[in-house]
């Protein structure tokens, strides 16, 4: 059994936890960063990145002694070393090279986004490959056919904004605060869905991409308009999303005929309107559905430390010099697609 401290700092959420490949947590330490960003109404990366620096060595401590182990006692460092935030991400990563040389442990350079894309199995032990994932995020919105670590076919991207993004920026134009995807739940679960006439971008089209671009100019356009109460806003935005979400995850149902079960991962899969819709339509087609616990679902150490272990169990670790990178795509061999494909 392997023991692996995972760290991750790739946006606004530091954390650091101890997961043994036998899918025990042992220890997880978070520090949140919401007081500092929500005068900005979002995330600050100067600010971010400080704020890692910070606060990362006491969570280390904190972890460790949580776990009642020291260092001597675990197997590898695994570090979240991109995509994200770069100050924030070279934080963690560095701090992980530290510890790793000064341990003499491997080191593990995790893909924040092979985090998410495991999360799963860590809390789910039958959960086999292929399965298809929906990453939906702040930062990324991708279907894509999970083969086995390391191994990942996109099936489709966000051609703009990601869902979660689209989240934040309602919230900012409702003036509902930081962090946006919960404020807007919230907003929403007192609205109506049908009250304010949204586009659902791409809906039942060929394309197999997302986008959210011009749902959000048309919030904007309904909020200034003084028409709707801004929970009807809320609503009927939400809506709109879990709408697109399904409709894409539809196509792709059906260019992933050999998945073992419909799975959703990243911040915005702790949406209970996204997790339930997502339940249905798995239901539909006669697949397991699986979505990690909410907390697991927004930026976290545990699913980074469960990446480490997968890795390290598949022989895969990495040298002292690799390289912080702020893009990262799952799928390096992806068709380019129109609009902002770098998010791939």
């Given at each position: ?31 949140g ?110 279907l ?34 930081f ?39 048309a ?101 002292l010099?690799?390289?912080?990178r ?12 129109r ?6």
């Amino acid at each position: 059994m392997a023991l692996i401290l995972g760290i991750e700092s790739s946006c606004d959420e530091t954390a650091v936890a101890l997961v043994s490949s036998d899918r025990t947590i042992l220890s997880h330490q978070l520090a949140g960063q919401e007081a500092a960003h929500a005068p900005y109404g979002g995330v600050v990366p100067e600010i971010a990145a400080r704020a890692h620096a910070d606060v990362l060595p006491p969570l280390i401590e904190a972890a460790l002694a949580q776990a009642g182990v020291g260092l001597r006692d675990v197997d590898a460092i695994a570090a979240t070393a991109g995509p994200g935030l770069i100050g924030g991400v070279m934080v963690g990563l560095v701090t992980g090279k530290a510890l790793a040389l000064a341990a003499g442990k491997p080191l593990i350079a995790v893909n924040h986004l092979e985090g998410h894309a495991l999360s799963p199995r860590l809390i789910d032990a039958d959960l086999a490959f292929p399965y298809l994932l929906l990453l939906v995020s702040g930062g990324h919105c991708q279907l894509l056919l999970v083969k086995g670590v390391g191994s990942y076919a996109r099936l489709a991207t966000t051609i703009d904004d990601a869902a979660g993004e689209a989240f934040d920026k309602t919230a900012k134009l409702l003036g509902l605060g930081f962090p946006g995807g919960p404020a807007v739940e919230r907003a929403a679960a007192l609205g109506d869905a049908r009250a304010v006439p949204l586009p659902r971008p791409l809906l039942g089209s060929a394309e197999p991409h997302f986008s959210f671009a011009g749902l959000k100019s048309a919030v904007a356009r309904a909020a200034d308009s003084g028409q709707y109460q801004v929970e009807d806003i809320a609503a009927s935005f939400s809506q709109a999303v879990i709408d697109c979400l399904i409709d894409r995850t539809r196509r792709a149902l059906a260019l992933a005929d050999d998945a073992t079960a419909l799975v959703v991962a990243g911040g915005v899969a702790a949406n209970r309107g996204v997790r339930a819709a997502l339940e249905q339509l798995a239901g539909e087609h006669g697949m397991r559905f699986v979505a990690p616990p909410l907390w697991l679902c927004t930026d976290n150490a545990a699913m980074i430390a469960w990446a480490g272990a997968e890795r390290f169990a598949a022989g895969l670790t990495d040298p002292l010099d690799v390289a912080a990178r702020p893009r990262w795509p799952l799928d390096p061999m992806a068709e380019p697609v129109r609009g902002a494909g770098v998010k791939a």
